[in-house]
């Protein structure tokens, strides 16, 4: 079993900034691609980033393209998510995911463990 731990969320103002860490318990962290969701209140799990297992590559959804960024640390099992120029519409639960493959999917089915989530709150 693999435990996610998320740590970074909070309050900021508009414009702001924030980075999510996400660790992981297992040593086999290193062999799966790893991805940020969140969820609006009401509203289905969406995803943010994803990476491959050796951060090699990455993909975000359009809505935080050059705003947000994915990266990992093997050697921390841990994954972060650096989010910049923070919108009010970013406002969610903030979950890290590990997948079951080295590649990294859009697809929430796709990723095995789950986080418990981090409140992110941007105010106007």
């Known amino acids: 079993q693999v435990q996610l731990v998320e740590s970074g969320g909070g309050l900021v103002q508009a414009g702001g900034s924030l980075r999510l860490s996400c660790k992981a318990s297992?040593?086999?962290?290193?062999?799966?691609?790893m991805g940020w969701f969140r969820q609006f209140p009401g509203k289905e799990r969406e995803f943010v980033a994803g990476?491959?297992?050796?951060?090699?590559?990455?993909g975000c959804v359009d809505s935080v393209r050059g705003r947000f960024a994915i990266s990992r640390d093997n050697a921390k099992n841990t994954v972060y998510l650096q989010m910049n120029s923070l919108k009010p519409e970013d406002t969610a639960v903030y979950y890290c995911?590990?997948?079951?493959?080295?590649?990294?999917?859009?697809?929430?089915?796709?990723?095995?463990?789950w986080g418990q989530g981090t409140q992110v709150t941007v105010s106007s």
């Open positions: 297992a040593r086999t962290f290193s062999s799966y691609a």
């Open positions: 990476i491959t297992w050796n951060g090699g590559d990455t």
């Open positions: 995911a590990q997948a079951g493959t080295m590649g990294w999917t859009r697809t929430s089915n796709s990723y095995v463990y």
